[in-house]
C-alpha cells in the first residue's frame, strides 16, 4: 500500500476490486500523461485514472461511480484536438472525478471476410484494425495520422473524418454495430453486420460524435472495404486554390476516383522541410495539392496528360502508396507544435467549397487583423472543404480573440466550426455559430435522458 492511500476517496478501493489493483492510478506522476491533451493547451485534474479490460468491468465501474457522484472523463488515445479526452482544469475538489482510460480493451475479433467487418474493443488503435483488415485483402475506411494511438472508441466519439474521408465517408458511415455502457451502468448492445436494418433510431449513429458524453463505448463493429487496385499519388504546385479545385474537378471528369485530395501551403512545406521532411519538389507555391486518384487502365497515363493542360507550377507523379509525399502533409501538425512558442491554437473548420479560395484567403490573413499578431499555418483536406487553421505564437490570453476572428471568417462563409475534431472544451461557447436554438435545446434533451446527472464529460459539448 502506498502512502497515498490513505488520502484516497472512498470509492477507490471499489473500483480497485473491479478493474485489479494495478489499474487504479493515483499517483500524480503515474496519472500525469492522462491529464494533458495532445496540444498541451488542455490540462485538468482528476482523482484517479481507471483501466478497464473488459465491458462488464467498464459496467461496474460506471455503476460505481454513478452511486458515489463520481464524473467520468472517457480517454482513448489521448490524440484528440480540442480537450475533450482529458478532465476539466476548473473542477470543483468536492466533484469526485476519474479518467476512464480504454487502453487495455484493446481485443480485435476474426474478419468476416463476407460480411466485411470486423469487431473491436474501445482501445484497439486504427493502424491495428487496418493491419488486421489487410491480413484479410481488406482495408479500414478510417484512416488519419494519429493512426498508431486513436482508437475505435475515440474514432467513433469524435466522428473523424480524416484523410479517406472524400473516398469512405466519415467515421459514422463505417459503424455497423456499437455496444456501450449508459450512464447508470447498464450495457447498450446493437450488433448486426446487416446493412439494411432500420428498426427504429440509429442509436449507433447517435453515439458517432457524441465525444463521450453520452456512453462509455466499449465494442465496434466496423464495415471494411477492398481496397483499390493501384493508386498513383500527385503532388502538384499551384498558384491558386481555384486551380487546385480545377485540377480535383478534372480528375474525376476523366474517370478517375479521387481516393484522398489534401491541400498544403508553402509555410506549410516550408516548415515540414526545416524539421528534416524533403520537399516535394524544389518550386516554391502558394499551394501545394496532394491528390491519390484509383481508376481503371493507365491512371499516370491520365494525371500526366491532365497536368499538361493544367496551371500547376510543378509537379511529382509517384505510384501509390508514395509514403515520403504523404509524409509531408501528414508531419505538419507535429511540425507546427514544434514550431510554436506558445500551444498551437489549432481550429478545424469546413466551409461550401464555392467559398474555399475566399475563405482561404481571409484566414490566411487573420494574423494581421487580430490584437496580438500571430502566424496562421492553414492545410486540410480540401475535396471536403475542411481547413485545418493553426495559429501560431498564440499567447493564452489571446487565444479566444483569435479564435473569435477566425469563427467571425467561418460562420460568414457559410462554414462550420468543427468540420471533424468536435467541440471538445475548445469550442463550447460558439457552438451557436452552427446551431440554432432549437436544435441545441434537443441536443440538450438527447444529453439529460442519457445522462440526467452529467456525469460524463462534464464541461465536454454543452458549458
Ligand atoms: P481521445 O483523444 O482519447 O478522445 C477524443 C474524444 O472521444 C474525447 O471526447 C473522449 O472523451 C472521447 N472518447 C474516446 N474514447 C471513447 C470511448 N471509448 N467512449 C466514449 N467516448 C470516447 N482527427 C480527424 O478527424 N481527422 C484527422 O485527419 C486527424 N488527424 C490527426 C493527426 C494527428 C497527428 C493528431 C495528433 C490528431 C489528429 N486527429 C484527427 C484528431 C484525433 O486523432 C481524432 O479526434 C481521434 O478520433 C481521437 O481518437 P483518440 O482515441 O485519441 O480519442
Ligand atoms: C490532420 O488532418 O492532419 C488533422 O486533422 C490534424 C490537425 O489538424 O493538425
Ligand atoms: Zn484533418
Known amino acids: 500500500m502506498t ?155 469524435t466522428n473523424a473524418g480524416g484523410i479517406r474521408m472524400i473516398r469512405r465517408g466519415n467515421t459514422r458511415a463505417q459503424v455497423l454495430g456499437i455496444e456501450a455502457v449508459l450512464a447508470d451502468g447498464r450495457i447498450l448492445r446493437r450488433w448486426t453486420s446487416l446493412v439494411k436494418d432500420n428498426v427504429g433510431y440509429d442509436l449507433p449513429g447517435l453515439l458517432a460524435g457524441s465525444e463521450g458524453t453520452l456512453a462509455v463505448i466499449t465494442r ?49 512545406v516550408a516548415l515540414v522541410h526545416e524539421h528534416g521532411l524533403r520537399r516535394p519538389s524544389a518550386s516554391a507555391s502558394p499551394f501545394h495539392l496532394l491528390l491519390e486518384a484509383s481508376g481503371p487502365g493507365d491512371i499516370e497515363g491520365v494525371v500526366l496528360e491532365i497536368l499538361d493542360d493544367a496551371p500547376v507550377v510543378d509537379a511529382v507523379v509517384e505510384p501509390g502508396p508514395a509514403r515520403a509525399l504523404w509524409a509531408v502533409r501528414e508531419q505538419h501538425t507535429e511540425s507546427i507544435a514544434r514550431a510554436s512558442t506558445t500551444p498551437v491554437v489549432k481550429l478545424d473548420v469546413s466551409v461550401p467549397l464555392r467559398a474555399l479560395p475566399e475563405a482561404m484567403a481571409e484566414l490566411s490573413a487573420v494574423g494581421e487583423v487580430v490584437d496580438h499578431p500571430c502566424r496562421p499555418i492553414l492545410f486540410g483536406h480540401i475535396g471536403d472543404g475542411n481547413i485545418h487553421v493553426n495559429l501560431l505564437d498564440v499567447p493564452e490570453a489571446a487565444a479566444h480573440s483569435v479564435t473569435a476572428r477566425v469563427f467571425t471568417v467561418v460562420a460568414a462563409n457559410g462554414g462550420s466550426i468543427s468540420a471533424e475534431h468536435g467541440i471538445g472544451r475548445a469550442k463550447v461557447q460558439w457552438t451557436d455559430l452552427g446551431r440554432s436554438d432549437v436544435d441545441r435545446e434537443v441536443m440538450r434533451t438527447v444529453k439529460d435522458a442519457l445522462d440526467p446527472a452529467g456525469m460524463l464529460n462534464p464541461g465536454v459539448l454543452f458549458g
Not at 491533451?37 to 460505481?64: E, I, L, N, Y
Not at 460480411?115 to 491495428?128: E, I, P, S
Not at 465496434?220 to 486554390?241: D, K, M, N
Open 3 to 157: 502512502g497515498n492511500r490513505t488520502r484516497d476517496p472512498f470509492w477507490a478501493d471499489d473500483l480497485r476490486g473491479i478493474v485489479g489493483d494495478t489499474h487504479v492510478l493515483t499517483e500524480p506522476d503515474a496519472m500525469a500523461g492522462h491529464l494533458t491533451d495532445w496540444t498541451g493547451r488542455f490540462s485538468g485534474t482528476a482523482d484517479a485514472v481507471v483501466r478497464p479490460r473488459t465491458t462488464d468491468q467498464v459496467a461496474a465501474v460506471v455503476a460505481r461511480c454513478a452511486g458515489a457522484d463520481v464524473a467520468i472523463c472517457v480517454q482513448g488515445g489521448n490524440t484528440g484536438l480540442v480537450g475533450g479526452s482529458v478532465p476539466p482544469a476548473d473542477r470543483r475538489p468536492d466533484t469526485p472525478l476519474i479518467v476512464l482510460s480504454t487502453v487495455r480493451m484493446s481485443d480485435i475479433d476474426e474478419v468476416d471476410a463476407v460480411g466485411r467487418c470486423v469487431g473491436v474493443q474501445a482501445g484497439v488503435t486504427v493502424d491495428a484494425i487496418d493491419r488486421r483488415a489487410g491480413a484479410a485483402g481488406l482495408t479500414f475506411p478510417v484512416d488519419l495520422a494519429s493512426r498508431e494511438s486513436a482508437t475505435a472508441g475515440g474514432v467513433v466519439a
Open 220 to 268: 465496434v463493429l466496423f464495415r471494411l472495404v477492398a481496397p483499390p487496385a493501384a493508386t498513383v499519388v500527385t503532388v502538384a504546385g499551384v498558384r491558386h486554390v481555384e486551380d487546385a479545385l480545377g485540377l480535383l474537378d478534372a480528375v474525376a471528369d476523366r474517370g478517375l476516383t479521387i481516393e484522398a485530395a489534401e491541400i498544403m501551403t508553402e509555410a506549410g
